[in-house]
């Protein structure tokens, strides 16, 4: 993937940052804090000099987070400076010239997982007899070669969240934790494995059933947007750490840790984005809004493309029916993402438009 736009807000690595946890006014010369977390050069007399004095003069014992070893942790802090907090904190993120790789990136997803496993079923069903490759060899063969990309893309992912020093690493979290698109790609992978592999075993295979992989996973990953969303709205307080938010703070819209996660590790955007977007959710009252429809026109299109394919595939000629369980999912990706790009440029600019108004701040 390209690498990130260098940030043109100023940096500080000494500075501990504000916790993540529920929207709250931000100070101009903010900064985001990692609960748990003393940073690299810095010491006990620097941690005590930044906590916050009492009226009478006293030191509140209870605001300094206790110090962990800076190794664990990323230590690029953002810094937000603007004195007259005349806009909101920029998450310096773009996707212009990321065009070129995003591109790629998905040109390659789109042969390995529609072309790919449409012309190897045909090419070897309709290209050879029976007795030359067995119904059970056609399909365990194009499923044995479905996914690499996306399976290199996983590898990628781990090795860039796994690895000692990591600048993607989720705020506060140890290396083992990788992320929470991480783990909800896996529970995917694992039902989608369990439906390729239950379906290749008999001698001869359910067609219907290794045609709804994709949409499995796109009912996988709409109910669990679905749920944080409701339990957010319930105000159920985070059971396990998602992503940057420890347990016990109160939830987000699904899609921001999707949104976090992506961008800070396969977009390039570091451990700087994931801060630069908590530092944005806070302040902005516009912009957790906008992350809240978004949650549910992604979830609710996920669930609902995922039970049309399935009732379509189940219903009409097997051949046809492979052919719409590989591409229909992915059509509909393509059609939501061509909506959210123009309404999510629509919403920053209203929200920078109407910042001055108090009713837009947190």
């Known amino acids: 993937m390209a690498t990130s736009t260098p940030s043109t807000e100023p940096l500080r690595t000494a500075t501990p940052p504000l916790p993540v946890g529920e929207p709250q006014p931000i100070r101009p010369d903010a900064t985001l804090q990692v609960p748990g977390q003393q940073l690299e050069g810095t010491t006990a007399a620097d941690a005590n000099a930044s906590r916050p004095v009492t009226q009478n003069g006293t030191q509140n014992p209870g605001s300094r987070a ?34 070129k790789a995003i591109a790629i990136f998905w040109v390659l997803i789109f042969l390995d997982c529609v072309c790919m496993p449409i012309g190897l079923y045909f090419g070897m069903w309709y290209g050879t007899t029976r007795d030359q ?20 893309e996983y590898f990628i992912r781990f090795r860039r969240l796994w690895r000692k020093g990591s600048t993607c690493r989720v705020i506060g979290a140890q290396r083992h934790y990788l992320d929470w698109f991480h783990w909800n790609l896996s529970v995917g992978w694992f039902f989608v494995m369990i439906e390729l592999i239950a379906g290749t ?32 709205i319930a105000g159920v307080r985070a059971p396990c750490r998602i992503s940057s938010l420890p347990v016990g703070a109160p939830l987000r819209p699904g899609i921001y840790a999707y949104i976090e996660d992506i961008c800070a ?28 429809r978004l949650t549910l026109f992604w979830a609710i299109g996920a669930i609902g493309v995922s039970a049309v394919t399935v009732a379509i595939v189940f219903t009409i000629q097997k051949d046809a029916a492979y052919v719409v369980g590989w591409t229909l999912p992915f059509l509909w990706a393509g059609v939501w993402t061509a909506v959210t790009i123009p309404w999510v440029q629509k919403s920053l600019k209203y929200e920078y438009e109407e910042w001055t108004s108090a009713k837009w701040k947190a």
């Open 201 to 232: 075993c008999p001698r001869n295979p359910p067609i219907r059933l290794l045609a709804i992989p994709a949409s499995t996973m796109c009912f996988a990953i709409g109910c669990e947007l679905l749920l944080v969303d409701v339990l957010r």
């Open 133 to 152: 490759l067995s119904a059970n060899a056609v399909f365990s063969i194009s499923t044995a070669l479905l996914g690499t990309v996306s399976i290199v």
């Open 265 to 292: 590790v396969d977009g390039s955007g570091g451990t700087e984005f994931r801060q630069r977007l908590n530092l944005r959710y806070q302040s902005s009252k516009a912009f957790r809004e906008m992350l809240h």
């Open 66 to 99: 206790p110090s962990v070893r800076s190794s664990q942790h990323p230590h690029t802090q953002v810094v937000f400076e603007d004195a007259d907090f005349a806009r909101p904190p920029p998450l310096n993120y773009s996707l212009r010239p990321r065009k």
